[in-house]
Every structure is written in structure tokens, then in C-alpha cells.
């Protein structure tokens, strides 16, 4: 298949996704996969996610496909996706993206198998009672993006000593921001700078907000792990270069694609471990049975190309930490 029909496929409402060549057809068992972004740039973890799928030992009378739903980063749409793959009798409900996937997938079933993969704490958040005993239908893989946030100040504030005006942007519409603001104000009077909080949930938001960060004399900015924002990672990019702002992101793809820096959990790695609880569910082991997977590989990526032009020096300290530096 070509690459562009191939995307176009993963896209769609709905996608069948064959993963065991030696399983027969007529004992397939569908997975639900429900995501708040869209496919487009996604392709790498959807490939994760099957590696952890693929590692699971099936019987030989299994074959199994995924059914995708995207919200195209409407949250709002979650809910409506989610009653529709409780309405197809899917086996799982695999809900990335976030807090938001999850509680959609939470509340229209409390009978079919849940396994969420989230950036927040799972337990203030009402997805389960406690990490080691989920109990009921759901369990996951938490890799606690959002509470890196002081962390990434701290590493931003490195690279930019001078730095006395840092922005926030986040996502107001995504549940997981909730309380990102007081934890980085707590984080930025440690440091001695001024935190700056702005909100964008759309592509003119986005726009919108660096305008103003720049009117503002902003120094530095720190991006909120959001899927909405991954998807717009070259807009985030372009702008940040268009304005010369140093800005700290979630995950390495950012610095791939031209950010300054970024530090966080490796996402492959938690859609992989996600693939793997969601494959164990399908063989037949309960929820109730799995603690929630706690992500532990961490990753710090620094551009010395973007660090450059915008007339800045890594200090050798920051560089010894980094796990990749791209020149």
C-alpha cells in the first residue's frame, strides 16, 4: 500500500488494522482505539503501539484489528466516539491522548476493558482509585507529563540565565491544565522570574498568543504537554523562530522538527507499554489485574542549530545531561 493511501486509511472513521499474520479471520477481536488529535502526525506511535501489541502472544484462532476514532483535537467529540465503539462491541477500548479520552471512554462503559495512556495523575483524576489496584474495567500507563513542568523552567532557565519574563502556554479546554498554572508559579518564584500564563486551544490561538508574548517583551516560553499541540508542533516551531523566542517543549519531536528543547517522558515507549496492556486484556487478563504503568524513561533533547540562531550557548552542564544533542 502507498504511504499517502496508507495515511488516508488511518485517518478514516474507522480502520481495520490486521496485526497477527499467523491468526484467522473469523475470530477476530476488534480494538477500539480513541484519540482527542488526529492521525496526521501520529504514525511513529500508532507503530509503537502495535510493536506492543505485536509482543503479546496470541492463540492461533486470534486475529485482531483496531477500529480508530480521532477528535481531530475537539475534545468535545470524545464522548459521541467513544458510545460508538461501545455500540461496535469492541474487545478494548484502547484511550490515548490524554485525560480527556479517557474520561470519555470511562463514562460510556463500565463493562468493556479501558487501557488510557495519560500525562496526569490517574487517581486525582477519578480514572482509578488507586495505582496499584485499579479495580473495575480500566487501567494504563501514566507518564506524568504535565507535573515536568517546573522541571523544564529549570532546564530552560539554563540555557537562558538572563531570562526574568517566562510564558505558560497551555491548552484550557484540555483537563489535564488544570493545575499546571499554580505548580509553575511555585516553580518560577524559586527560580526568580516572572510566569506569564496564556491559553490557545486553536491555530489562530496559537498565533494570537505568540503575537502577544512578543508585544510583552517575553523572554523565554514553556510549552504544556497537549495532543492538540502536537499536532501544531511546526506551527509552534515557525513561530518561536518567526518571534526569537526560546521555548522548552513536551517531547523530542518538537527538536526534531527545528525547537530549541525538550524534556519528557519518551512517548514511543508509553505507547508501546500501552500496546502491551492492551494486548495482555485482549489474551484475557482483567484490569482489575494490571497496575497502571508508571513511564520511567525520560529524555532531554537539545538543537544546538535553533540554539544558535537565536544567539544562545548551552552551557557544557546542560549538554553532558541531554540524551541527544541535534547539531
Known amino acids: ?19 497477527a499474520a499467523r491468526a484467522q479471520q473469523h475470530a ?11 492521525p496526521a502526525q501520529w504514525q511513529q506511535l500508532l507503530g509503537a503501539f502495535r510493536d506492543g501489541l505485536n509482543a503479546v502472544e496470541y492463540s492461533k484462532e486470534q486475529n485482531v484489528a483496531i477500529e480508530f ?50 500525562g496526569e495523575d490517574p487517581v486525582r483524576h477519578g480514572l482509578v482509585a488507586s495505582l496499584n489496584r485499579p479495580e473495575g474495567n480500566i487501567t494504563g500507563v501514566t507518564f506524568f507529563n504535565s507535573e515536568l513542568g517546573p522541571k523544564r523552567l529549570g532546564l530552560l532557565h539554563e540555557i537562558v540565565p538572563h531570562a526574568t519574563r517566562v510564558g505558560f502556554l497551555m491548552n484550557p479546554t484540555n483537563p489535564e491544565g488544570e493545575s499546571q498554572p499554580v505548580a509553575m508559579q511555585e516553580a518560577a518564584a524559586t527560580v526568580g522570574v516572572n510566569l506569564q500564563v496564556f491559553n490557545a486551544s486553536t491555530a489562530s490561538e496559537i498565533d494570537t498568543a ?16 497537549d495532543p492538540f499541540f502536537s499536532t501544531r508542533r511546526a506551527q509552534f516551531v515557525v513561530l518561536a523562530a518567526r518571534y526569537t523566542i526560546p521555548a522548552i517543549f513536551t517531547s523530542r519531536e518538537y527538536v526534531e522538527a527545528g525547537g530549541l528543547m525538550s524534556y519528557g517522558t519518551s512517548r514511543s515507549d508509553a505507547y508501546r507499554q500501552l500496546g502491551t496492556y492492551t494486548g495482555r ?28 540562531a537565536l544567539g544562545l550557548t548551552a552551557p557544557p552542564t546542560l549538554l553532558a545531561r541531554a540524551d541527544e544533542v541535534i547539531e
Open 1 to 19: 500500500m502507498k504511504r499517502r493511501a496508507f495515511i488516508s486509511l488511518l485517518g478514516g472513521a474507522a480502520a481495520a488494522w490486521p496485526l
Open 69 to 118: 476514532r480521532w477528535a481531530e483535537g475537539r475534545y468535545e467529540r470524545l464522548p459521541a466516539l467513544a458510545a460508538d465503539l461501545v455500540g461496535r462491541r469492541v474487545a478494548v477500548i484502547a484511550a490515548a491522548g490524554g485525560v480527556p479520552s479517557a474520561l470519555a471512554a470511562k463514562a460510556a462503559t463500565s463493562t468493556i476493558p479501558i487501557v488510557f495512556l495519560t
Open 281 to 308: 486484556i485482549v489474551r484475557g487478563e482483567k484490569p482489575s489485574d494490571l497496575p497502571i504503568v508508571q513511564a520511567t524513561k525520560f529524555e532531554l533533547l537539545i538543537n544546538l542549530n535553533t540554539a544558535k
Open 28 to 38: 477476530a477481536s476488534v480494538i477500539g482505539f480513541l484519540h482527542s488529535a488526529s
Open 210 to 225: 505568540f503575537a502577544t508574548l512578543s508585544e510583552q517583551r517575553t523572554d523565554a516560553l514553556i510549552i504544556a504537554g
